[in-house]
């Protein structure tokens, strides 16, 4: 079936936005574009947050403010890994609150190309975005780069124990939970266990056909040129 047409979005257009990070995929809700400079400065209050450090417990957030002291060249660092890609997610509509700030940034990282797998990570840092679904779909948008342009079969992520809203929103996306690894997260003293999930080409790529049948989700297309509408 066909997947329906979808007018541009007004901040996610093909191109540079007025951040300077270019578009890469793009959702009913949110669009995910480049890192651009200009985003060290969120990143600086992301790293001290301490909710996002007992909820997410991001090495992304902790190499930013430990290994690189907040330096600039953090942002060089992140465009020339190869092993990992990473995007900040926006709110489509400037309706949206902190429309015209990032929500988050979503990532693959630990990219193996050959064994064709990565782990996922996403940070969504508004609270009204996280209980409306904005972190699902850019998982989606993330998820589908990494089927249509890194050719991956396999993405996996953990998450601890306590964090039931992240753990909800990965079974809603068709992760399954694969194991435990016993008391591996720690926080404020204490230890606690990560959940670790895992979701398979083939199960992706039902979900997507699922989710543009019953046309309650418009599934992201991406590729090599950037967001646009499918063949």
Not at 101 to 108: D, M, N, Q, S
Request: proline share 6%; hydrophobic share 40%; glycine share 8%.
């Amino acid at each position: 079936m066909e997947a329906p047409r979808r007018e541009p979005a007004p901040d996610a257009t093909p191109g540079v936005t007025a951040e300077g990070g270019v578009v890469i995929a793009r959702g009913r809700r949110v669009f995910l574009r480049t890192l651009a400079p200009g985003d060290l400065d969120e990143l600086s209050e992301w790293a001290e947050d301490p909710f996002l450090e007992r909820m997410v417990g991001s090495e992304f957030l902790r190499t930013y403010k430990h290994a690189y002291d907040k330096h600039p060249s953090f942002y060089e660092a992140c465009l020339n890994d190869p092993t990992q890609v990473v995007l900040v997610i926006m709110a489509v509509r400037r309706t949206e609150p902190r429309a015209k700030k990032p929500l988050g940034l979503v990532r693959l990282f630990n990219i193996h190309l050959i064994e064709g797998y990565a782990f996922l990570e996403t940070i969504l840092t508004d609270e009204k975005a996280m209980r409306r679904g904005f972190g699902v779909e850019a998982g989606k948008l993330v998820c589908a780069y990494g089927l249509d342009v890194l050719g991956l079969r396999r993405i996996e992520a953990k998450v601890y124990e306590y964090n039931l809203l992240s753990i909800n929103s990965l079974r809603r996306h068709g992760f399954r939970q694969e194991g435990v690894l016993r008391k591996a997260g720690y926080h404020a003293g204490q230890h606690f266990d990560v959940l670790v999930f895992g979701i398979l080409r083939e199960e992706l790529e039902e979900q997507r056909k699922k989710e543009v049948d019953q046309e309650h989700f418009h599934f992201p297309y991406v590729s090599d040129e950037g967001p646009g509408e499918p063949p």
